[in-house]
């Protein structure tokens, strides 16, 4: 049953910070439609969206406003970025994390640009999905959010000139971090731990501190040789505690060489307890300097930044609901998610409750019910206003909730 009969507090603050993006009342008006639907519909596909509202226009207006109507996502995006600097909560920080990762957003259809066959390895089997690159900020307050986004075009789809390997859409991310100015240290697993992201790393003078897989090369003890080996060897004298949270691991440290990493970084292999001889994993920095701690901290941002983001954007906000053929809509929609997201974020964990969420909030999740509420609350607001202000029938009021 459509049940929007207004937008939430959060949305009608969006439309004064982006409104001016677009340049027409409907266009302004689908912005608020779909950032709403992507926060409190239970079907967030452009139809499902488009069902919620009790008053709005034909679905076709809406899906042509996605797909066609020009508007400009980068815009948009920097605009969000920047608007995020205005609270202490999620503005940038030296201490900041900048977090890269990609991830599968699954699909129905086959149909859609760029969409291919991929492992999934959360589930093990191939699925139907889109492969994005997305670069996250994690802020030393811990909230977290999307930087900028890069969508894997297969090799068999592309003319071979405009193909881009994974490496090559990680630098691009990189890049576009350093030239927005960014602060912070990058971060990501062994699968982007490549010589060539290493190296352009250090070229820029950025910090990073990365995953190693345990059979990776490495000199060690003047011969080159896999981590795991290099740890068989690593006397238990030598392995020291280090705390993490509630757990206690035990660490090997040195400087060490990569074949083919052009500059000297700093390696550290973990044991789960001091007599293991197989070490459990390693991290890579080319901040020789840093604590162990240090490093742990900045990895671990990998996961607040990136798997926390990827679980509420398809949980939460229909990071993969969107089944429009086109990948300008497709694009358009993980950039909308991007505002919605960014919109929650900076509500949570505020020195006092929201007026319209009436709580302190400290999850996207309890963003969206508290979202989903407040619309609610406006609907029967409405009813009531139309039975005793405007006096309207019973019959009149179904048909625009129940009917419409």
């Not at 859609?112 to 492969?131: L, N, T």
């Not at 690159?133 to 405009?162: F, G, M």
């Not at 929201?354 to 009813?383: N, S």
């Not at 206003?385 to 019973?394: E, N, P, Q, R």
């Amino acid at each position: 049953m459509p049940a929007i009969v207004d937008f939430p507090t959060v949305v009608q603050e969006a439309l004064v910070i982006f409104g001016d993006l677009f340049d027409t009342e409907p266009a302004r008006r689908h912005f608020a439609e779909y950032l709403t639907g992507l926060m409190v519909a239970e079907n967030k596909t452009v139809s499902g969206i488009n069902r919620e509202f009790a008053l709005t226009t034909d679905q076709s207006c809406f899906n042509r406003w996605l797909t066609e109507v020009e508007w400009d996502i980068t815009a948009l995006n920097d605009r969000r970025l920047a608007w995020l600097q205005q609270a202490p909560q999620t503005r940038y920080s030296g201490r900041g994390v900048i977090a890269i990762d990609n991830t599968l957003v699954t699909h129905e259809g086959k149909l859609i640009e760029d969409v291919g066959w991929f492992w999934d390895h959360a589930d093990e089997r191939h699925v139907i999905a889109h492969d994005y690159l997305i670069s996250n900020y994690v802020c030393p307050s811990r909230a977290h959010y999307p930087i900028e986004w890069r969508r894997l075009k297969k090799r068999d789809t592309c003319p071979a000139q405009e193909f881009k390997d994974h490496t090559e859409l990680c630098i691009e991310l990189i890049d576009d971090a350093l030239t927005r100015g960014i602060p912070g240290a990058f971060t990501f697993d062994s699968y982007f731990t490549s010589a060539k992201v290493l190296n352009h790393l250090q070229s820029k003078q950025a910090a990073y501190v990365g995953d190693l897989k345990l059979n990776r090369k490495v000199v060690y003890a003047g011969r080159e040789q896999q981590l795991q080996d290099v740890a068989r060897q690593i006397p238990w004298e030598a392995k020291k505690p280090v705390r993490v949270g509630s757990r206690r691991y035990w660490y090997f440290s040195k400087h060490m060489r990569i074949p083919d990493v052009g500059h000297p970084v700093r390696v550290v292999l973990f044991w789960r307890e001091r007599d293991d001889q197989e070490a459990s994993k390693a991290l890579v920095s080319n901040r020789l300097g840093w604590e162990v701690i240090r490093m742990v901290l900045v990895y671990r941002h990998r996961w607040t930044g990136t798997e926390t983001f990827h679980r509420d954007g398809k949980q939460q906000l229909g990071l993969g609901d969107c089944q429009v053929r086109s990948g300008e809509g497709q694009t358009r929609h993980v950039y909308l998610v991007s505002a919605a997201y960014s919109l929650l974020m900076r509500s949570l964990q505020q020195s006092r409750a929201q007026d319209w969420a009436r709580r302190t909030l400290t999850t996207i999740g309890e963003a969206c019910r508290a979202v989903k509420a407040e619309t609610l609350e406006r609907m029967i607001d409405w009813v009531v206003d139309k039975l005793t202000v405007d006096h309207w029938s019973i019959a009149d009021i179904k048909a625009v909730l129940v009917y419409s």
